[in-house]
């Protein structure tokens, strides 16, 4: 499949406890509660969302994002029920050079269970084996040590920083890099 393809059908995964599916308008309240959640927020990048209209506006953006073919998020449930625990993507193509941005967000209930680990491991297979991307790149906060934890169970190697990168809160703040070769990964039966 190219990544064309994966534009013309939105590509749904499962795994054994998962499935992750294209976001819909009426997963608004459950993203609110990952989005609003301070904690949860703390190293994302943006303010929490203080309203169900801001995350009605963030569900809207990525649905733009996947029509002008620039982004894919997957919103990730249980397989035996429908609801919204979290999300992953893929963003910031660079398909002429076969690279690809990651991100992820977990509802904070679900923190510690393995289920980013689980939907990572399916998006990151997806990437490699049916994207035929070479390169999956993720940027966090340092102080993030869950999502540095995660990414290096994944297999990601840290690779940097860039000082001062971007502006939030009347700060400047660093971003730290990692990626991940197709050729370091090895999929689910690690």
């Known amino acids: 499949m190219t ?3 994966a534009f013309t059908h939105f590509p749904a995964l499962t795994t054994h406890r998962l499935r992750l ?4 308008q009426d997963d608004a309240e459950a993203f609110f509660a990952i989005f609003s959640d301070e904690e949860a927020m703390r190293y994302y990048g943006q303010a929490p969302h203080r309203t169900l209209d801001k995350t009605r506006e963030w569900i809207t953006e990525i649905e733009t ?3 002008e073919r620039r982004a894919i998020r997957w919103g990730v449930t249980f397989a ?3 609801e919204i625990i979290g999300s992953c993507s893929f963003h910031n193509f660079a398909s002429h050079w076969r690279c690809v941005e990651t991100g992820y967000d977990l509802n904070r ?3 510690g269970r393995g289920v980013m680990t689980e939907a990572m491991t399916a998006v990151l297979t997806y990437g490699f084996t049916t994207l035929e991307m070479h390169r999956i790149e993720a940027v966090i906060d340092i102080l993030n040590v869950r999502s540095k934890a995660l990414l290096e169970r994944l297999g990601f190697t840290y690779e940097g920083n860039l000082r001062q990168r971007y502006y939030m809160e009347g700060n400047f703040e660093d971003e730290y890099y990692f990626g991940l070769l ?3 990964w090895h999929s689910p039966a690690r």
């Open 3 to 5: 990544i064309e393809a």
């Open 21 to 24: 599916r294209q976001i819909r």
């Open 65 to 67: 994002g996947y029509a």
């Open 80 to 82: 035996d029920r429908d």
């Open 109 to 111: 209930a679900y923190w």
């Open 182 to 184: 197709k050729h370091e």
